[in-house]
C-alpha cells in the first residue's frame, strides 16, 4: 500500500525542491543513455497560502510575498543546480512561467506603497482581463539549442507548449488535439521570421472575453472582468463602453480605451473572435465541437443551478 506523506502546507516547497533534485539524480544515468525524462513541477509558491519558511521570513523586505518569491527563485535555482551537478544541462529544456498575473492576496496596496508594483507597468492583476492578470513571466533554458541571454517578441500563450514538445519530439497531433497550440520552437531557436500565431483569445475570471493580435487588444467588458476596479456593474453604471480596445504598443498601461477611433479594427477582432468560436479551434483544421455553448458577450442571464 503507499504511504501519503500529510505536511503541514509551509512544508511542501521545501517539499517539492527535494522531490525534484532526487528525480533529475535519479533519472540521470538514463538520460546521459538515451532515454530522456519529463518532469513537471508545479511549485505551490508564490501562490496562496503565502508560507515562507522560516530562514526566508524577513528577506525581502517586502513583506511575506516578498520572502516567498525569493524562496521560489532559490528552489529553482536548486533544480538548476542539480542539473548541471548531472551533467545534464546542455541538452536539457527548462521552462520557467506562471499561470497568471499576481493575486491580490500578496498585499499588493501595501507593495505598491512600498515602491513595488508585481505587474509592472501592466494594468490589473490576477482574474482581471487587462494585461496585468495575463503577462507572466516566460523563461527557458536549453544551452545546445537556445542562445544564452536572446528573448523573442513572439506572441504566445501556454497552450502553445503541447504543439511545441510534439515538433520536438517529432510526433504530429492529431486533428481534435491542441486546436489552439502552436509550436513556439522556432522563437525558441531564433529560426522565426514571421508571427508564429493568429492571436490570443484571453478569459477573465468572470468569463469575459478578449482578443489580443499584434499591438491590438480587444475586450468585451466594460471594467476589469474580474476583481480590480472597476468591476464590470460599477463600469456600466458609470457609463462606460461595454467594448474596450487598447493599442499595446503606444499604451501598455491600457489607459486609453480606442475603440471609437479604430471601428474597423474593433470589427475585424470581433469577427475573428467569432470565427474561433464557430471553428472550435484558432489554428488551421477541421472545425471541433466546443464543450459548452459560447456567449461572447455575455448577452444571457446568468442563471442558478
Known amino acids: 500500500d503507499r504511504v501519503i506523506e500529510s505536511l503541514p502546507p509551509i512544508q511542501m516547497l521545501p517539499r517539492l525542491e527535494r522531490q525534484a533534485v532526487n528525480y533529475v539524480a535519479e533519472h540521470a544515468a538514463a538520460a546521459k543513455a538515451g532515454k530522456p525524462f519529463f518532469l513537471y513541477i508545479p511549485l505551490t509558491s508564490p501562490h496562496t497560502p503565502i508560507l515562507p519558511t522560516p530562514e526566508w521570513q524577513g528577506k525581502s523586505g517586502l513583506g511575506a510575498y516578498g520572502d516567498f518569491v525569493m524562496q521560489t527563485d532559490a528552489v529553482v535555482g536548486k533544480i538548476l543546480a542539480a542539473l548541471d551537478e548531472h551533467g545534464l544541462a546542455a541538452n536539457t529544456l527548462v521552462i520557467f512561467t506562471a499561470d497568471n498575473g499576481c493575486s491580490p492576496q500578496a498585499g499588493t496596496p501595501a507593495l505598491e506603497k512600498q515602491g513595488h508594483f508585481a505587474s509592472a507597468?501592466?494594468?490589473?492583476?490576477?482574474?482581471?482581463?487587462?494585461?496585468?492578470?495575463?503577462?507572466?513571466?516566460?523563461?527557458?533554458?536549453?544551452?545546445?539549442?537556445?542562445?544564452?541571454?536572446?528573448?523573442?517578441?513572439?506572441?504566445?500563450?501556454?497552450?502553445?507548449?503541447?504543439?511545441?514538445?510534439?515538433?520536438?519530439?517529432?510526433?504530429?497531433?492529431?486533428?481534435?488535439?491542441?486546436?489552439?497550440?502552436?509550436?513556439?520552437?522556432?522563437?525558441?531557436?531564433?529560426?522565426?521570421?514571421?508571427?508564429?500565431?493568429?492571436?490570443?483569445?484571453?478569459?477573465?475570471?468572470?468569463?469575459?472575453?478578449?482578443?489580443?493580435?499584434?499591438?491590438?487588444?480587444?475586450?468585451l467588458c466594460p471594467g476589469s472582468g474580474g476583481w480590480a476596479a472597476p468591476l464590470d456593474p460599477a463600469a456600466r453604471k458609470a457609463g462606460l463602453s461595454e467594448i474596450q480596445l487598447y493599442n499595446l504598443a503606444a499604451d501598455p498601461a491600457e489607459s486609453k480605451n480606442v475603440h471609437v477611433e479604430n471601428p474597423a479594427v474593433v470589427t475585424r477582432l470581433t469577427a475573428l473572435l467569432q470565427r474561433y468560436v464557430a471553428d472550435g479551434r484558432s489554428t488551421p483544421g477541421p472545425r471541433q465541437p466546443n464543450d459548452v455553448p459560447i456567449d461572447l458577450l455575455k448577452t444571457k442571464a446568468p442563471t442558478n443551478p
Open 121 to 219: 507597468e501592466f494594468r490589473g492583476y490576477k482574474a482581471d482581463i487587462w494585461e496585468g492578470g495575463h503577462r507572466v513571466p516566460f523563461l527557458a533554458r536549453w544551452p545546445d539549442k537556445i542562445k544564452s541571454a536572446s528573448t523573442s517578441a513572439q506572441l504566445i500563450c501556454h497552450v502553445d507548449l503541447l504543439a511545441t514538445c510534439a515538433e520536438i519530439l517529432g510526433t504530429p497531433l492529431p486533428a481534435n488535439a491542441g486546436e489552439d497550440s502552436v509550436s513556439i520552437f522556432p522563437a525558441l531557436l531564433g529560426t522565426d521570421r514571421a508571427p508564429l500565431r493568429e492571436a490570443v483569445v484571453h478569459h477573465s475570471i468572470h468569463g469575459m472575453f478578449s482578443l489580443r493580435q499584434g499591438p491590438w487588444k480587444l475586450e
